[in-house]
């Protein structure tokens, strides 16, 4: 079973596969703010470039991560949820 980062794509609802796009970069530059900007889910096999599915796991570390302004779940654990602060 593949893991693959996902960018959210700043619109759309958070538990849709449809939001996200597999970012071939590595890992995410962004780590904490309060926005959703990425998430380290299961591949689908038909089509690698979206996540199979949003689970109730990463739906709630995307929900702690927006209260919290911080990756989910926290180090030293491995983040599967990062954040970026919008600035002007």
């Known amino acids: 079973m593949c893991r693959r980062w996902y ?3 700043v619109e759309g609802p958070v538990d849709s596969v449809d939001s996200y796009l597999y970012s071939d970069t590595g890992s ?9 900007c990425a998430i ?5 096999p ?12 990463l739906q709630n570390y995307i929900a702690t991560g927006i209260t919290n ?3 989910q779940p926290q180090p ?3 983040p ?3 954040f970026f602060s919008f600035r002007r």
């Open 7 to 9: 960018a959210y794509m």
């Open 28 to 36: 995410p530059s962004c780590f904490s703010g309060r926005r959703l």
């Open 40 to 44: 380290y889910a299961t591949c689908d």
């Open 46 to 57: 038909t089509n690698p470039n979206q996540p199979l599915t949003i689970s109730q796991s």
């Open 69 to 71: 302004g911080g990756p």
């Open 76 to 78: 030293p654990e491995k």
């Open 80 to 82: 599967y949820v990062y």
